[in-house]
């Protein structure tokens, strides 16, 4: 055993209890052969495209051949490019939803110069060069992005063909995306993996995941650098920010790879600028590309389209979540329920890591003795208004006279290796075996499993660990999928296992229950994940830097297409905790899933386990509970809008968190701010990330702002600096924008700031409609002066019309109200 093997070997013997050791080093080992023997290459020829010979002409562009390859480009009716070399096209793809997209019959191809073909469409134009370059331009011909001739190493003997994709950028553009990514959200110079890990490192195969460090290097801001930048949902995704415009490109390939970027360097007007470049390395795959080119909402809108609408998780999953570690007994999570309705804490969820005896949870089924309790456990918890979610792994225990998995075996759910062999790991349950959630008919069997926890109370599901898709079983490459029929190797499924097992959770909750949106959170995942479920990113690093690197995450899966994200918010306990605990809480609480979660040890329950603020003293953590309160108060009140932007993000794509220079991205300095952040149209964040902190600086987009508590008024674009006291993070509302909100009595009205003076405002607002799966009604408000007042109003086909809602101005001087324009 080599050093590289020892140190994977002792990672495994720390996940696991001392009895099973010796067999998780064993195991360990010998996976790591098995990986080892299927990366061994042998001779590999090298090819490159080579000229044009002909070209045919087809819907929406054609087919250009050279010399060695073969080149498809297509432009749908929606204005996305698509090009894949020898024959790859569109489908069947896990990333792209319904099919292969219609072509636009507009768009032919026709000669260039110089002997190169392109395709003019109303969103781009396409240039292909007689040597295999593509270039994508804006409708005015401004150059977004050039591909170089891609280059293939095939095995003389056969087999799967690598390959190298180079492209170039503007010199002052901004990378983003590539998934859940702790080291941005604007992406460095480096090399970033696309092979879904887990962050944490201790993250066990089959349960719970550990609470592992993340990455090793660390740069200048306290996070991980971008080779040693883990994600368990890595997607081959950029979204590029120039001032020639804002494209998003898409390699559809779920095989392991990696992206190098170097951003460019302007010459100064001097004229010698140097380009900013991309460089994919895929081990196998088919290359093929999707570019959109337009403004940052109209890429997210064609983004969506492509990739399939997000779903809408139900109301109560928008609210404040709680887990806390190692809670599975009904008593335990009864005091935690008990101790936020003592301190009139709201609390809308708890979720269960540990239900039942060691396996039973993994796979799906209840413990007996324990079915009883859960069930009584649901029943007490929902008459308070709390709804249970349990966490599922995919482990089965692979043990004979175990239901599942023999039920599971006599179908040939499992996956094998090449010999057909049980692929097993350690895990929670025990030496456990895998389902091939590849296969439809495994997502069919799996999804019944989650049948029994429904009649138990629980109301929704969050995968926490995925073994192989969360890096942590380190199966062998050779191990076998169904992959939707055609069948292949683990090399192209590892990205897409916890994609598939999100499917197969969420369309079994359709099916069992069809009057009510699922609720669905995973780990991991990739492109199209939010088809089915959010993306839980747990604690992305320990102290002040995992702030920023949650952040980071969510605004990374955003752009990346998924709008429901979050990570955990850790409750920590010990002297001068208390400033870093409540930080993370009022930052948690602006993002899409807001998850809290404490410690296993005794009375580590809640908020009121906060560390206290440096002096020891019981008043400081009685103040830090009073400033958790008015977080935890906020985020219910502002629940209608956080609803209004999970409708939003599935009808337009546009994520609930945006960068700042969402609606600017010609604003470059907006593009490099990274530490706060647009919430909706409406509201901007501008978090607490350091410690001591109580004034800070933010640059704010253009127009007019307030400050939402102290109705301070800001006029941007520009820095200004603003109060941030331990008790409240900056949040400024855009003047003129409609935000519903909670009022005392429970209903939904509408808070509008005033625009400023001779100008106007407005925004969308979704009426509540239930937790059903049918589509809300979306109300245009119009925010205008008359005569010396604030009107609001609701545009409909026959012009403006009262608000069916009471609406509260902020921002006016003391005067009389208008009927309409209160609350």
């Keep these: 055993m080599n050093g590289r093997g020892l140190v994977r070997s002792v990672k495994a013997v720390s996940v696991v209890r001392p009895a099973r050791r010796l067999r998780a080093v064993r195991a360990s080992w010998w996976r790591r052969r098995a990986v080892l023997a299927g990366e061994r290459r042998g001779r590999e020829r090298a090819r490159v495209p080579g000229a044009v010979v002909e070209v045919e002409p087809g819907p929406g562009g054609g087919v250009v051949r050279f010399e060695r390859a073969r080149l498809r480009v297509t432009v749908t009716v929606s204005g996305a490019v698509f090009w894949g070399w020898d024959g790859a096209g569109p489908t069947p793809s896990y990333g792209v939803a319904g099919g292969s997209p219609e072509a636009d019959p507009r768009a032919v191809l026709e000669p260039d110069k110089d002997g190169g073909w392109r395709v003019v469409s109303e969103r781009a134009t396409v240039a292909v060069s007689r040597h295999g370059a593509v270039q994508v331009c804006t409708p005015g011909g401004v150059p977004v992005r050039r591909d170089l001739p891609p280059r293939w190493w095939e095995p003389e003997g056969g087999g799967v063909a690598r390959w190298v994709q180079r492209s170039e950028v503007p010199a002052d553009a901004r990378f983003f995306g590539l998934g859940g990514r702790t080291t941005g959200p604007r992406l460095r110079n480096g090399t970033y993996r696309l092979w879904n890990a887990d962050p944490g490192g201790a993250s066990g195969p089959g349960g719970v995941p550990g609470r592992g460090k993340s990455g090793r290097g660390k740069d200048a801001r306290g996070t991980s650098g971008p080779g040693d930048d883990p994600s368990a949902v890595t997607m081959p995704v950029l979204v ?14 779920t095989w392991d790879g990696a992206v190098t970027l170097r951003e460019g360097v302007e010459g100064a007007g001097s004229g010698h600028d140097r380009a900013g470049a991309s460089e994919l390395r895929m081990e196998g795959g088919p290359l093929r590309c999707w570019v959109v080119v337009g403004t940052p909402a109209r890429v997210a809108q064609t983004w969506a389209q492509l990739t399939g609408a997000a779903a809408v998780p139900p109301t109560w999953a928008l609210g404040h979540h709680h887990a806390r570690r190692g809670a599975g007994r009904g008593s335990e999570l009864r005091r935690v329920v008990d101790g936020f309705q003592a301190r009139s804490l709201p609390l809308d969820a708890v979720h269960v890591e540990d239900a039942g005896r060691p396996g039973a949870w993994q796979s799906g089924r209840a413990d007996p003795a324990r079915s009883a ?4 456990l649901a029943a007490g918890v929902g008459g308070a208004g709390v709804r249970l979610v349990a966490g599922v792994g995919p482990a089965v225990r692979a043990e004979t006279g175990d239901a599942v998995f023999e039920s599971g075996r006599a179908m040939d759910a499992f996956v094998r290796d090449a010999a057909g062999r049980l692929v097993r790991g350690e895990a929670g349950a025990g030496e456990s075996a895998y389902p091939d959630f590849t296969a439809k008919g495994v997502r069919k ?17 969050w995968h926490g660990s ?44 359709q099916e069992l229950q069809p009057r009510e949106r699922p609720f669905v959170a995973s780990r991991s995942g990739w492109v199209g994940m939010q088809r089915y479920a959010g993306a839980w990113s747990g604690q992305a690093a320990a102290g002040w830097p995992g702030l920023r690197a949650s952040l980071s995450m969510v605004i990374g899966l955003g752009l990346c297409g998924v709008p429901y994200a979050g990570p955990d918010v850790d409750w920590v306990g010990g002297p001068g905790a208390g400033e870093l605990s409540l930080r993370g809480l009022q930052l948690g609480a602006y993002l899409p899933l807001f998850r809290t979660r404490s410690g296993a040890r005794a009375g580590a329950r809640g908020p009121w386990a906060f560390g206290d603020a440096g002096s020891g003293k019981e008043g400081d953590r009685e103040e830090l509970i009073e400033h958790a309160r008015v977080v935890l108060d906020e985020r219910r009140r502002l629940l209608p809008y956080f609803m209004t932007l999970a409708h939003l ?42 410690p001591g902190v109580v004034r800070r600086s933010v640059r704010l987009p253009r127009g007019r702002w307030y400050d939402t508590v102290s109705g301070a008024v800001f006029d941007g674009p520009g820095p200004v600096t603003v109060e941030a006291p331990l008790s409240r993070v900056p949040v400024l509302a855009r003047a003129g924008a409609p935000i519903p909100v909670r009022d005392t009595d429970g209903g939904v009205g509408w808070e509008v700031w005033a625009p400023a003076p001779g100008c106007t405002g407005g925004g969308p607002a979704v009426r509540e409609a239930g937790d059903g799966p049918e589509e809300p009604a979306t109300v245009q408000a119009r925010v205008r002066w008359c005569e010396g007042r604030v009107v609001v109003e609701e545009v409909g086909e026959h012009g403006g019309r009262e608000p069916l809602v009471p609406v509260r101005v902020r921002g006016l001087p003391a005067s009389p109200a208008r009927r309409g324009d209160h609350m």
């Design 466 to 509: 995925h073994g192989a898709a969360s890096g942590a079983t380190g199966w062998p490459r050779s191990a076998r999928h169904a992959l939707e029929g055609p069948g292949g190797d683990h090399r192209e499924a590892h990205n897409v296992y916890a994609l598939c097992m999100a499917r197969a959770a969420y369309e079994a909750l």
């Design 649 to 690: 993000a599935r009808c337009t794509g546009a994520p609930p968190v945006r960068p700042v220079w969402w609606a600017a991205p010609e604003d470059r300095g907006l593009r490099d701010c990274e530490d706060a952040f647009l919430l909706g149209d409406a509201l901007l964040v501008a978090p607490v990330l350091e």
């Design 445 to 461: 069997w799996w999804g019944g499993l989650y049948e029994e926890r429904l009649a138990q109370g629980f109301s929704g599901f």
């Design 240 to 253: 590029v920010v120039a001032d020639a415009g804002t494209h998003l490109v898409f390699h559809d390939n």
């Design 373 to 376: 309790p859960l069930a009584r």
